[in-house]
């Protein structure tokens, strides 16, 4: 059974890694991910809010007489609220290339050509093997145009494609107006990997304090449709590695990312529930489910059932909508 996958230019012994979040901070962790069958490590993100922060904070005790630069401070999380700092961040990368055998995939998110951009260059002296881009930007500028939003990601990729030798990947949301032309554009510029999708936390409001508050909800498998769906639309039209994340928790929600284009799956909500070891037991499941099926490779699943290649491509475009509201009515519904 060959499970290898070409991710990013990286040789990897399968699909499964773990996605960007805080369950790599911890080195026993790191090593239970590797030893459960991980085939690269992703690093949780390096916020630019970080960055800037820290680079305000070093005008600010330059500058103590600058009192704009103390009250823009406090626009920014306090650094209390992060695992590590940017400094801390590379020296955590460079103790997991110590630890682990595997591939080690840095994770950068922000939005703008900051400083970020330099930091991208220092991951790559840390040693990282490859660095993911989540570009996290919610457009509540009514004066902001979705060409403007799109070309934002366009030129944070370029800017870190210039400034760095090794691959790189765009993490993108579901939320632009023609996702598959924007998968296109970061193909020219020759991204090594597109990630679908980010997930949005979205906030609740605490009626008893009258504030925006915070919510974490985790995926379950019913998200992995919206990246089927997606991955199969995409994976035909460009040459950049495809990625899934979110929504994948068992091995056959791994074995439908793959035929549907993804030559890496990320795994996040499953770990943080069940601990590292679960990425051994979604590899197990997903081997099983080959062998069921006599696949001997991971390769000659992936894109099979790609909107070129599915038996039915209709399935994933318009025609579907009626089909299925149809089928509800025809099983019961009003």
């Known amino acids: 059974m060959d499970l290898s996958t070409n991710y990013l230019g990286l040789r990897l012994s399968n699909p499964l890694m773990p996605g960007a979040s805080p369950i790599v901070d911890n080195l026993d962790s790191v090593k239970q991910l590797e030893d459960a069958g991980a085939a690269a490590i992703v690093m949780h993100s390096l916020f630019e809010e970080q960055i800037t922060g820290e680079q305000l904070n ?82 509540t500028d009514p004066v902001e145009t979705g060409a403007a939003v799109e070309q934002r990601v366009l030129d944070v990729a370029r800017a870190v494609k210039d400034a760095t030798a090794i691959p790189v990947a765009v993490k993108l949301s579901p939320f632009f107006s023609s996702l598959t032309n924007l998968c296109c554009q970061l193909d020219e510029l020759r991204v090594d990997g597109i990630i679908l999708f980010n997930r949005f936390y979205q ?74 070891k679960h990425i051994g037991r979604i590899l197990g499941e997903l081997t099983e489910w080959m062998e069921q099926h006599d696949y001997q490779a991971a390769r000659l699943m992936q894109g099979s059932m790609s909107l070129v290649r599915c038996p039915d491509p209709h399935a994933f475009e318009r025609a579907n909508y009626m089909r299925v509201l149809q089928s509800w009515r025809q099983n019961g519904g009003a």
């Open 58 to 139: 070093t005008i600010y005790h330059m500058e103590m007489y600058a009192n704009s630069v103390a009250e823009a401070l406090s626009y920014f999380p306090s650094t209390r609220e992060f695992a590590f700092g940017p400094d801390e961040y590379l020296e955590h990368l460079r103790r997991i290339k110590k630890a682990v055998s595997i591939p080690v995939i840095a994770s950068l998110n922000g939005s703008t050509l900051g400083g970020w951009v330099e930091y991208a260059k220092q991951i790559e002296q840390a040693g990282a093997d490859a660095l993911e881009l989540n570009v996290y930007h919610v457009a």
């Open 203 to 276: 906030p609740d409001i605490d009626l008893e304090l009258l504030e925006a508050v915070p919510k974490l909800q985790l995926s379950d498998s019913s998200e992995l449709l919206l990246r089927l769906r997606w991955l199969a639309i995409i994976c035909p039209h460009v040459q950049a590695s495809l990625a899934c994340s979110g929504g994948v928790h068992t091995g056959t929600d791994a074995a439908k990312a793959i035929m549907a284009g993804a030559r890496a799956v990320q795994v996040v909500s499953s770990l943080l529930q069940n601990g590292p």
